[in-house]
């Protein structure tokens, strides 16, 4: 009996023991990795038209510049012209046709015309045995004032009215005093702003006189 005993005790003594190293194995045996997330695609997936074009602006055609956009009116015909003179009478650019002609839009409360007036008495009593003619235009005011002026400045040239603006404003003389250099067959071939000394006047002159060397 005493044989049956130790052996029941030493199964119970071995699976206990091997229940303590199995736990133990269990214990310090490193946790499995997580299942991996499955492999993304090498080939994305196509995008449409609209996702991968690149948008390529509308382009406006620009038009050729023309005559009407030339500064100045250079190479153009002279717009018309026709305006009450200081002193009476009227000039109109069309009856000078076949002469040069020296076109100023001005007024007297412009110091540059003030500066200019001078120049411009110099260049009409040089050139008038070339035809030359100078035409000063007042812009916007009474004729009282613009004939004051003249006389106190000593200006030998026709002096006209326009009123209301409207030749200005046909001539795009938007900024005073502004020049006007007009050729015998009454086209345009030089302007400037004012503020100008002799030089460019000279310039703008040996452009409708040529053959004619103008000297500042």
């Not at 049956?4 to 490193?30: E, M």
């Not at 009123?163 to 067959?185: C, K, Q, R, T």
Request: proline share 12%; with cysteine.
């Amino acid at each position: 009996m005493w044989a049956r005993l130790s052996i029941v005790a030493g199964l119970v003594v071995g699976i206990a023991v091997a229940g303590f190293v199995f736990g133990g194995i269990l214990a310090f045996a490193p946790d499995p990795p997580p299942p991996s997330a499955p492999p993304a695609s090498s080939t994305a997936p196509s995008a449409g038209p609209s996702a991968t074009a690149t948008a390529v602006p509308s382009v406006t055609p620009v038009p050729s510049p023309s005559a009407a956009d030339a500064p100045f009116h250079v190479g153009e015909p002279a717009p018309p012209l026709s305006v009450p003179q200081v002193g009476g009478g009227t000039i109109d650019l069309a009856n000078l046709r076949g002469k040069p002609v020296w076109l100023n839009f001005m007024a007297t409360w412009c110091p540059a015309c003030q500066d200019e007036f001078p120049l411009m008495n110099a260049f009409a009593a040089r050139y008038a045995a070339n035809g030359l003619v100078v035409i000063a235009v007042d812009v916007r005011e009474e004729e009282g004032a613009v004939a004051a002026f003249a006389e106190g400045l000593g200006a030998t040239f026709p002096l006209g009215l326009d009123l209301d603006g409207s030749a200005a404003d046909a001539w795009d003389a938007i900024a005073l005093p502004v020049h006007f250099w007009i050729d015998a067959d009454g086209v345009v071939r030089d302007g400037a702003l004012g503020g100008i000394g002799p030089d460019v006047m000279a310039t703008g002159l040996e452009s409708i006189m040529p053959g004619v060397d103008v000297t500042p």
